[in-house]
T-cell receptor, first 115, second 112 residues
Framework: EAQVTQNPRYLITVTGKKLTVTCSQNMNHEYMSWYRQDPGLGLRQIYYSMNVEVTDKGDVPEGYKVSRKEKRNFPLILESPSPNQTSLYFC??????????????FGPGTRLTVT | KQEVTQIPAALSVPEGENLVLNCSFTDSAIYNLQWFRQDPGKGLTSLLLIQSSQREQTSGRLNASLDKSSGRSTLYIAASQPGDSATYLCAVSPNYGQNFVFGPGTRLSVLP
């Protein structure tokens, strides 16, 4: 089954404790991205990757890191989480950018709480 | 910078009604527009993708139209059901950037 998976689905952590949220897709997609969703602010892009070893900042990259060492994986790293990073996080993938027929596929989301 | 808005923010209708959700975007230079459904606390489910060269797409009781020149898309839901209750999001893929831009969503409640 074609899908985007994220782990963990739920995470409660404390301020400053490094964490990684994994994202994997099995569709051989070139493009992957991370979003966060907050009430009243909607979905905002954190980082995106056009292909392996190519990543760039989205609209709200502060406090986050990513890497794209393999095509299928795009982990999101919070080196020192803070309470304002409490949010619902989504990973998404697409065959590539710049093609009208290509749609985005989303993972199930990771609900992160930082205390 | 591309901006996407959705009207109304929330909508409550009795079961069986036909309804229209609106999405507006400020820049017509897009590759496509995608409609999603999101249940509370859950992920996004893709409903329809309209390419920039297309005028509409249909899937079951859903019909989405696109008027790129005026920066508008509508999602028409026929014979609404309580199971249609969810938040509906539209997103555009600008052809000058590398990220998708989402609207804030319309929260739909269909009452039995």
């Amino acid at each position: 089954e074609a899908q985007v998976t994220q782990n963990p689905r739920y995470l409660i952590t404390v301020t400053g404790k490094k964490l990684t949220v994994t994202c994997s897709q099995n569709m051989n997609h070139e493009y992957m991205s991370w979003y966060r969703q907050d009430p009243g602010l909607g979905l905002r892009q954190i980082y995106y990757s056009m292909n392996v070893e190519v990543t760039d900042k989205g609209d709200v990259p502060e406090g986050y890191k990513v890497s794209r060492k393999e095509k299928r994986n795009f982990p999101l790293i919070l080196e020192s989480p803070s309470p304002n990073q409490t949010s619902l996080y989504f990973c998404a993938s697409s065959p590539e950018m710049g093609q009208a027929s290509y749609e985005q596929y989303f993972g199930p989301g990771t609900r992160l709480t930082v205390t | 910078k591309q901006e996407v808005t959705q009207i109304p923010a929330a909508l409550s209708v009795p079961e069986g009604e036909n309804l229209v959700l609106n999405c507006s975007f400020t820049d017509s230079a897009i590759y496509n527009l995608q409609w999603f459904r999101q249940d509370p606390g859950k992920g996004l489910t893709s409903l329809l993708l309209i390419q920039s060269s297309q005028r509409e797409q249909t899937s079951g009781r859903l019909n989405a139209s696109l008027d790129k020149s005026s920066g508008r898309s509508t999602l028409y839901i026929a014979a609404s059901q309580p199971g249609d209750s969810a938040t509906y999001l539209c997103a555009v893929s600008p052809n000058y950037g590398q990220n998708f831009v989402f609207g804030p969503g319309t929260r739909l409640s269909v009452l039995p």
